[in-house]
C-alpha cells in the first residue's frame, strides 16, 4: 500500500520518533508500505515519520553501481532503532528530500559514520558506512531527531529556501 507523504512545514515532522519494541508482523507490513511508497515516489531513503508513524524506522535503497543505477530491493537496508557509534571526517552532498519536494542543496555531514541497529526480525547488527550510504544513513537518522536537512543550511540559503518554496507552493495552489 502506498502511503501519503508529510510534506514540509507540516509540524509532524518536528516529532521526535520512539523506539521499536516490538518486531511483530505489523512492523513488517509497514517496512514493505514505507519500500512501496519510496519506490512509487523515486526516493532512496525514507523515515517512518515522513509517513507519519513516529517510530525509530529508515529504510534505505541505493542505486546500483550499474549504467542505468537501477534500484533492486537485494541491497534494500532497514535500519530500526540505529545508534551512531562514531564518525570521522566531513563531506558535502546536494541533498534532497521526499518531504522538501523539488528542493536539493548542499549539506556538510560526516565522511564515514559507524552504526548499530536491528533488522525487521529485532536481530542486532552494524554497519560501517562511507560516501552516499553515510549521507543517506545521516540524512534519515537526522529525521528520527524530528530535523530536516533545511535545518543545516546558512542563515542566507535558508531565507532563499523559505522564499522559493512559498513560491512553489502558491504556483500549485493555482492549478
Ligand atoms: C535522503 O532523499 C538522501 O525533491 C533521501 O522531487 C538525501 O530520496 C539520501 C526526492 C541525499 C542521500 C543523499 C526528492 C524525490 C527524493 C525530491 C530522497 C523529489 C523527488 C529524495
Ligand atoms: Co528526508
Redo the contacts with the bound molecule.
Sequence with gaps: MILPIVTYPDKRLKLISAPVTDFTADLHTFLDDMYETMIE?????LAAIQVDRAIDVLIINLPNDDEEGTQTRDNLLEIINPTMTHSEGTTV?Q????S????YEDVERFETIGITYQDRHGVECSLEADE?LS??IQ??IDHLQGKLFIEKLSYARRKKFEKEYKRMQKEQKKR
Design positions: 515516489t523515486n526516493g532512496i531513503g552532498y541533498e534532497g528530500c521526499l522538501v519536494p523539488k528542493f552516499l549521507i543517506a540524512h534519515e
